[in-house]
């Protein structure tokens, strides 16, 4: 077993503690399901948060990265771990993320964390992913403004449409876990 398998099967025990939950609930994409995860609690958590950012860091490898975001609010916790880790490792890559509506005061941003992602390389990271549609959010946002989009990692995949939506568009999708792990 590698490093990586057993930092895996730990957070997985997080995930699957802190995280995931059965029970009637409405997801984002509006769509009614009996389980649901929550990262949050894992996400916050000092060993969820570091195991996360060293599996994150290493599907990086051989991947172009010149920043790493996301969509507040599920990408916003993996942000500034991930960023952390590559600096400490020899390969900074900042962070940014992607707001929801653009902010009506202030600096007017939609993309906040650096000035200008005109081609640069991208990883969107997401905490979980359903039908895909809420980092998609932050895909079209970053494309417009000129960024090249090199990959999108999910903590946990639903398989609920995600991963065809990111074929169908071009884009390299890589959850470290799916839905099915834990049921």
Same mark, same amino acid.
């Given at each position: 077993?590698?490093?990586?398998?057993?930092?895996? !099967?730990?957070?997985?025990?997080?995930?699957?503690?802190? $995280?995931?939950? &059965?029970?009637?609930?409405?997801? /984002?994409?509006? @769509?009614?399901?009996?389980?649901?995860?929550?990262? @949050?609690?894992?996400?916050?958590?000092?060993? #969820? /948060?570091?195991?996360?950012?060293?599996?994150?860091?290493?599907?990086?490898?051989?991947?172009?990265? !010149?920043?790493?975001? #996301?969509?507040?609010?599920?990408?916003?916790?993996?942000?500034?771990?991930?960023?952390? @880790?590559?600096?400490?490792?020899?390969?900074?890559?900042? #962070?940014?993320?992607?707001?929801?509506?653009?902010? !009506?005061?202030?600096?007017?941003?939609?993309?906040?964390?650096? $000035? !200008?992602?005109?081609?640069?390389?991208?990883?969107?990271?997401?905490?979980?992913?359903?039908? #895909?549609?809420?980092?998609?959010?932050?895909?079209?946002?970053?494309?417009?403004?000129?960024?090249?989009?090199?990959?999108?990692? $999910?903590?946990?995949? &639903?398989?609920?449409?995600?991963?065809?939506?990111?074929?169908?568009?071009?884009?390299?999708?890589?959850?470290?876990? @799916? /839905?099915?792990?834990?049921?």
């Amino acid at each position: 077993m590698t490093g990586n398998d057993s930092k895996r !099967d730990r957070l997985r025990e997080i995930i699957a503690r802190r $995280s995931f939950f &059965r029970g009637d609930i409405t997801l /984002a994409s509006g @769509k009614k399901s009996s389980f649901y995860f929550d990262m @949050k609690p894992s996400m916050f958590d000092p060993e #969820g /948060a570091d195991l996360m950012s060293d599996l994150i860091f290493a599907r990086l490898a051989g991947v172009p990265c !010149d920043l790493v975001g #996301g969509l507040e609010m599920g990408a916003v916790p993996l942000i500034s771990p991930v960023s952390i @880790k590559s600096r400490a490792a020899g390969r900074p890559i900042p #962070g940014f993320f992607v707001r929801k509506a653009v902010k !009506d005061h202030g600096t007017k941003k939609l993309i906040d964390g650096v $000035s !200008d992602v005109t081609g640069q390389s991208v990883v969107i990271v997401e905490d979980v992913t359903t039908t #895909g549609q809420s980092a998609m959010q932050a895909v079209r946002a970053l494309e417009a403004a000129g960024a090249k989009i090199t990959l999108v990692i $999910s903590i946990v995949d &639903r398989e609920d449409g995600a991963e065809d939506l990111y074929r169908e568009a071009g884009i390299p999708f890589a959850p470290l876990f @799916k /839905a099915h792990e834990f049921l």
